[in-house]
């Protein structure tokens, strides 16, 4: 069940339309989604355990091999910025710190926060030479957050529209 909640939750097939809840448009993406997912709990594995979350693996999965022509994350399911979802992230972000602090693991956090913030900033501090590597990866390839807008109005515009 929860392997399949985060799958639904966060997979998108282009071309249903929004508030169309029950469509089966895609059903055999979500269903490979899934298979994937908790087919790489049981396969996946090291030490008896799962390697890792599955929900995750098969999300990726689906993402890489299908490409955004047929599937997206779901990248709209937070809604825009109000006081209720900063409160939301804000309990996301001090629950995620207090779990990383008990596995100690708050060092390895810090420090992968810290080398995306100085990647980010020279990336903006030298666009020419470092962004050009970066436009080369972000256009080839099939997951892009880049072009989540772009891919947003392709989708909408390939949607027509119910007249009621």
């Known amino acids: 069940m929860l392997t399949g909640n985060g799958v639904a939750f966060i997979l998108r097939v282009p071309g249903t339309r929004h508030g169309d ?13 899934a298979a994937v997912s908790l087919l ?14 599955p929900s995750n693996f098969g999300l990726v999965a689906v993402f890489l091999v299908l ?9 709209l399911w937070w809604g825009p910025m109000s006081p209720g979802l900063l409160l939301t ?5 001090t ?22 913030a100085a990647a980010s900033a020279l990336e903006q501090s030298f666009p020419p030479m470092i962004s050009g590597p970066f436009k080369f990866v972000r256009n080839n390839s099939p997951i892009v957050p880049s072009r989540l807008s772009e891919l947003r109005q392709s989708a909408v515009r390939a949607v027509p529209m119910r007249r009621q």
Not at 21 to 31: D, N, T
Not at 89 to 93: D, Q, R
């Open 95 to 116: 629950g995620g710190l207090v779990i990383v602090r008990r596995l100690d693991m708050l060092g390895l956090t810090v420090g992968f926060w810290l080398t995306f």
């Open 21 to 33: 809840w029950w469509s089966l448009q895609g059903v055999g993406i979500f269903a490979a989604a």
């Open 40 to 53: 790489s709990k049981y396969v996946i594995r090291t030490g008896g355990r799962h390697l890792f979350n």
């Open 67 to 75: 490409g955004t022509r047929a599937v997206n994350p779901q990248d």
């Open 89 to 93: 992230l804000g309990i996301i972000v």
